[in-house]
């Protein structure tokens, strides 16, 4: 029942779906229950997501058949290009629920900042160059403004 109800999910990786596979077939075989090697193969490349299926119509028009060994080389190669293609996120097809639930109840330290405002460092002043104050607070900028005849409270005012 294991054996045709398994399908790959990208979390493992296609070459340990295979290894899978390949571990329940020879358990079948101590059964006595004998799988041609090429069967083997077609059923693994069945139970691939949809993401392969130019795959597996390339090994469908090819004549030579693949060994397992073959396949699992084939397979890792395309899931290669897929992870290029695609990008890492791409590939991984579904997520294992046990792993998505633990990181979506997750409670750790929170890298955004508070929302009551932003948290303040110590400022430095980008006129003087001293630090506990901004620009528009420098003293030594609201006198450099007046003798340049830009008088900051003439300009409020008016708005």
């Given at each position: 029942?294991?054996?045709?109800?398994?399908?790959?999910?990208?979390?493992k990786?296609?070459?340990?779906?295979?290894?899978?596979?390949?571990?329940?077939?020879?358990?079948?075989?101590?059964?006595?229950?004998?799988?041609?090697?090429?069967?083997?193969?077609?059923?693994?490349?069945?139970?691939?997501?949809?993401?392969?299926?130019?795959?597996k119509?390339?090994?469908?028009?090819?004549?030579?058949?693949?060994?397992?060994?073959?396949?699992?080389?084939?397979?890792?190669?395309?899931?290669?290009?897929?992870?290029?293609?695609?990008?890492?996120?791409g590939?991984?097809?579904?997520?294992?629920?046990?792993?998505?639930?633990?990181?979506?109840?997750?409670?750790?330290?929170?890298?955004?900042?508070?929302?009551?405002?932003?948290?303040k460092?110590?400022?430095?002043?980008?006129?003087?160059?001293k630090?506990?104050?901004?620009?528009?607070?420098?003293?030594?900028?609201?006198?450099?403004?007046?003798?340049?005849?830009?008088?900051?409270?003439?300009?409020?005012?008016?708005?």
């Amino acid at each position: 029942m294991q054996f045709s109800s398994l399908r790959m999910t990208g979390v493992k990786g296609v070459r340990e779906h295979i290894m899978r596979m390949r571990d329940i077939a020879a358990r079948l075989k101590t059964l006595e229950v004998d799988m041609f090697e090429s069967l083997l193969v077609h059923y693994i490349l069945n139970t691939l997501p949809s993401q392969y299926a130019p795959f597996k119509i390339s090994y469908n028009t090819h004549r030579d058949k693949w060994s397992i060994n073959e396949l699992t080389t084939m397979c890792v190669q395309e899931e290669g290009r897929l992870i290029m293609e695609q990008g890492e996120n791409g590939v991984l097809l579904t997520v294992d629920k046990k792993k998505k639930d633990k990181r979506a109840n997750w409670k750790g330290k929170d890298k955004m900042q508070p929302q009551g405002g932003i948290m303040k460092k110590e400022s430095k002043c980008f006129f003087c160059k001293k630090k506990g104050h901004m620009k528009n607070d420098c003293i030594k900028f609201q006198q450099w403004l007046q003798k340049k005849g830009y008088d900051k409270s003439a300009e409020t005012s008016g708005k």
